[in-house]
């Protein structure tokens, strides 16, 4: 089957990796310990694991999308920013 | 009560499962993949990196788009809601007049938004359009072709008149759903009007008036057919939306890198947008 048409890179490949290997994780979490964790954090309304990580990934695009807008091509630190980002929302929120 | 688990279930996702790849997933990932190439055609691509999107970020153009797209979307909310709710209020609730309304109400929506734009563009037009030609008639000077001013309010009472039946129909759906109690309970206390509508029908239409918020809001904020019809995007650039503006960058100078980057921007915006209602409604759900 020929998949050129979808005109893959290696970096757009290792992205959607990454994305597929995270749900699989979240899959394996939710099957070791069911039932997703519902809390209410900060923002003071139920949210489960799966919802931190949804909030985690768009916040991300987010964060990546202002350093391109503000800062420039050069997205090592809008990387950074978003691994702490996650890490606060599946801690508190 | 105990759950019964039974993990054949999921085989029965995976119909949805495949239909969403299919329809939504491999789609996304093609537009990422340009996103990040120029192309020529030819199935050539050339590694571009973040450059389209720092381009479209950077850009008035795109800026100046999504504030025409917030500002419309306002403006119809602000219109089609409450006009929505006192049209609703008014209709009546039993006899022959509920089905006539109910279908005049629905006559709009019936149709296709691009006949909608037909409609409109002709209805408009000074020559042979009776909005047109009247105005005219009667001194006004209107030309939605030449004025942009013309072009917003002919854009904003076109959808108006195509959408503000949808906000009708899920109000008089949530006030035929309050019971007679209510009412009795308020005639009792000798409550105004006014008091009926604020403690009793408003509280009860929350959630179908959240719903009508989430489906117009996002509709407006998706805007196409209608005003690609009618104005084309003009004149100038006055009603060139985001997605008038990306399918002149994508199929017009078949710029479809940068294209593919404003589909990304305009995508993870709508999905905020969406995850933000969708929120604040399920979570009104719970404390109700």
Not at chain 2, 146 to 151: K, L, Y
């Given at each position: 089957m020929?998949f050129?048409?979808?005109?893959?890179?290696l970096?757009?490949?290792?992205?959607f990796?990454?994305?597929?290997?995270?749900?699989?994780?979240?899959?394996?979490?939710?099957?070791?310990?069911?039932?997703?964790?519902?809390?209410?954090?900060?923002?003071?309304?139920?949210?489960?694991?799966?919802?931190?990580?949804?909030?985690?990934?768009l916040?991300?695009?987010?964060?990546?999308?202002?350093?391109l807008?503000?800062?420039?091509?050069?997205?090592?630190?809008?990387?950074?920013l978003?691994?702490?980002?996650a890490?606060?929302?599946?801690?508190?929120? | 009560?105990?759950?019964t688990?039974?993990?054949?279930?999921?085989?029965?996702v995976?119909?949805?499962?495949?239909?969403?790849a299919?329809?939504?997933v491999?789609?996304?990932?093609?537009v990422?993949?340009?996103?990040?190439?120029d192309?020529?055609?030819?199935n050539?691509?050339?590694?571009?990196?973040?450059?389209?999107?720092?381009?479209?970020?950077?850009?008035?153009?795109?800026?100046?788009?999504l504030?025409?797209?917030?500002?419309?979307?306002?403006?119809?909310?602000?219109?089609?809601?409450?006009?929505?709710?006192?049209?609703?209020?008014?209709?009546?609730?039993?006899?022959?007049?509920?089905?006539?309304?109910?279908?005049?109400?629905?006559?709009?929506?019936?149709?296709?938004?691009n006949?909608?734009?037909?409609i409109?563009?002709?209805?408009?037009?000074?020559?042979?359009?009776?909005?047109?030609?009247?105005?005219?008639?009667?001194?006004?000077?209107y030309?939605?072709?030449?004025?942009?001013?013309?072009?917003?309010?002919?854009?904003?009472?076109?959808?108006?008149?195509?959408?503000?039946s949808?906000?009708?129909?899920?109000?008089?759906?949530?006030?035929?759903?309050?019971?007679?109690?209510?009412?009795?309970?308020a005639?009792?206390?000798?409550?105004?009007?006014?008091?009926?509508?604020?403690?009793?029908?408003?509280?009860?239409?929350?959630?179908?008036?959240?719903?009508?918020?989430?489906?117009?809001?996002?509709?407006?904020?998706?805007?196409?057919?209608?005003?690609?019809?009618?104005?084309?995007?003009?004149?100038?650039?006055?009603?060139?939306?985001?997605?008038?503006d990306?399918?002149?960058?994508?199929?017009?100078?078949?710029?479809?890198?940068?294209?593919?980057a404003?589909?990304?921007?305009?995508?993870?915006i709508?999905?905020?947008l969406?995850w933000?209602?969708?929120?604040?409604?399920?979570?009104?759900?719970?404390?109700?």
């Open positions: 020929n050129s048409w979808m005109a893959w890179t970096p757009t490949a290792l992205f990796i990454t994305i597929a290997l995270l749900l699989v994780g979240m899959a394996v979490w939710e099957y070791a310990s069911p039932g997703g964790n519902p809390r209410v954090g900060i923002l003071r309304f139920e949210t489960t694991r799966g919802d931190r990580l949804f909030v985690s990934l916040g991300s695009a987010f964060i990546h999308l202002a350093w807008g503000l800062g420039g091509p050069n997205l090592w630190w809008a990387l950074a978003s691994v702490v980002y890490v606060g929302v599946f801690r508190y929120v | 009560m105990e759950k688990w039974n993990n054949k279930a999921w085989f029965m995976l119909p949805v499962l495949v239909l969403v299919f329809s939504a491999i789609p996304l990932m093609t990422v993949n340009y996103s990040v190439q192309t020529f055609g030819n050539e691509f050339f590694w571009a990196g973040t450059d389209w999107y720092v381009d479209v970020l950077t850009s008035d153009r795109f800026w100046d788009a504030t025409r797209n917030l500002i419309f979307s306002a403006i119809i909310l602000a219109i089609e809601i409450p006009l929505g709710i006192i049209i609703a209020l008014n209709m009546p609730k039993k006899g022959l007049g509920v089905p006539v309304c109910l279908v005049l109400m629905a006559l709009p929506l019936l149709i296709p938004w006949v909608v734009g037909t409109w563009q002709v209805f408009g037009r000074v020559d042979i359009g009776l909005l047109g030609h009247t105005l005219e008639m009667l001194g006004v000077n030309n939605y072709v030449q004025n942009p001013i013309d072009a917003w309010v002919t854009l904003i009472v076109m959808d108006v008149w195509h959408w503000t949808l906000v009708v129909l899920l109000c008089y759906a949530g006030l035929v759903s309050i019971p007679d109690a209510y009412y009795q309970a005639k009792i206390d000798g409550a105004s009007r006014w008091s009926v509508f604020r403690y009793i029908q408003l509280p009860k239409m929350k959630r179908v008036l959240l719903i009508a918020f989430l489906l117009r809001f996002m509709d407006s904020f998706m805007i196409y057919t209608e005003p690609f019809v009618v104005t084309g995007g003009g004149p100038g650039n006055s009603t060139t939306f985001l997605s008038i990306l399918v002149k960058m994508a199929i017009g100078q078949f710029d479809l890198g940068p294209a593919a404003l589909s990304i921007i305009y995508f993870l709508i999905l905020l969406s933000i209602f969708y929120t604040v409604m399920t979570t009104s759900d719970a404390q109700s």
